[in-house]
C-alpha cells in the first residue's frame, strides 16, 4: 500500500493589527503613555526651535532679493510684479517646508533614543516576555540609538534632495515625491525594532522593498500628516509615539517566532 506523503501546511501569514489597536494598547499601558508624552513635548519643542533658526538663517541671506518690488510700468511692469510676487510666495512655502523637514530629522536624530525605549517597551508588553539577557538603557545603548538616528535623518536629507528633482517631471513626479516620502516614513519607523534585531541600514531598506505593501499602510498616515503646512510640527510631534507603537507592534508581529536569547551560564553570572 502506496503511503500517502505528508505535506506541511505553509504557515498563516500573521493578521495586520490596525491603528485602532495600537491606540487601544498605547492608551492601555501607563507607563508607555507616560513616556509618549514626555516625547511628545520634546519632539514639538525641538522641531519648534529648529524651525525657528532654520527659517530665521534663510531669512538673513535671502531678504534683500524680495526688499523692493520691480517698477510696474507698462504691460511689461505688471508682469514683472506678478512674476516677482509668484516667486517669492514659492520661495517662501518651499523654504518653510523645508525648514520643517530639516528640524524635524534633527529633533528625531535627537530623541531617537527615547523612541527606541519606547519601541523596546512596546515589543515586551506585547511579547509579554522578559528576556534573559536585556540591553538595558546605558550610555553605549544611547550613543548607538543617536547614531542610528543620525543615519536615517542623513538618509532623509538625500530623499529631501531626490523629492526636489522628482518633483520637476510633469504629472507623474508628485506621484513619485509622495510615495517617496510614504516609504521614507515607513523607514524611520520601522527603524526602533529593526535596530534591536541589529539590522543594518541596507537591511532595514530591504525590509521596505520585500514588505512595500506593509510599508505603504505604515507610512501613508505620517506622509499625509507632514504634509500640512504650519500644524505638521505639531501632528507630528503628538502621533510620532503613536506611529511608533504602530510600527513596532506591526513589525514584531510579522517575524517568524523569536528565540529568546540565551540565558547566562552559571561562569558569567558568577562574574
Known amino acids: ?35 509618549s508624552l514626555l516625547l511628545m513635548c520634546g519632539t514639538a519643542l525641538l522641531t519648534w526651535l529648529g524651525y525657528l533658526v532654520t527659517i530665521h538663517f534663510a531669512d538673513s541671506l535671502t531678504a534683500h532679493f524680495f526688499q523692493q518690488a520691480p517698477e510696474a510700468a507698462g504691460i511689461v511692469g505688471w508682469l514683472k510684479v506678478k512674476g516677482w510676487w509668484l516667486l517669492k510666495m514659492l520661495f517662501l512655502l518651499l523654504s518653510r517646508v523645508i525648514a520643517f523637514y530639516l528640524a524635524f530629522l534633527a529633533a528625531y536624530s535627537l530623541t531617537s533614543p527615547g523612541y527606541s525605549f519606547l519601541s523596546v517597551s512596546t515589543e515586551k508588553r506585547f511579547l509579554k516576555e522578559e ?8 550610555l553605549a545603548i544611547i550613543m548607538r540609538d543617536l547614531i ?11 530623499v529631501t534632495v531626490a523629492a526636489l ?8 513626479g508628485a506621484v513619485l515625491v ?37 510599508a505603504l499602510r505604515l507610512g501613508w498616515l505620517p506622509a499625509l500628516v507632514s504634509m500640512i503646512p ?28 523569536r528565540e529568546k536569547p540565551p540565558a547566562p551560564d552559571a561562569a558569567s553570572r558568577e562574574a
Open 1 to 35: 500500500m502506496l503511503k500517502k506523503k505528508m505535506v506541511t501546511p505553509a504557515p498563516a501569514e500573521k493578521k495586520w493589527l490596525p491603528l485602532g489597536f495600537s491606540l487601544r494598547f498605547l492608551c492601555g499601558n501607563f507607563n508607555l503613555l507616560g513616556l
Open 148 to 158: 542610528e538616528g543620525c543615519k536615517i535623518g542623513l538618509f532623509g536629507l538625500l
Open 165 to 172: 528633482l522628482l518633483n520637476v517631471i510633469p504629472l507623474v
Open 178 to 214: 509622495i510615495l517617496l516620502y510614504v516609504f521614507y516614513s515607513a523607514l524611520m519607523f520601522i527603524d526602533y525594532p529593526a535596530s534591536r534585531q541589529h539590522w543594518s541600514l541596507g537591511q532595514k531598506l530591504g525590509w521596505i522593498r520585500k514588505q512595500w505593501l506593509k
Open 131 to 138: 528576556f534573559a539577557e536585556d540591553e538595558g538603557f546605558s
Open 230 to 257: 504650519v500644524v505638521n510640527i505639531f501632528f507630528m510631534a503628538l502621533l510620532f509615539p503613536l506611529f511608533t507603537v504602530h510600527a513596532t507592534l506591526n513589525f514584531v508581529n510579522a517575524l517568524p517566532e
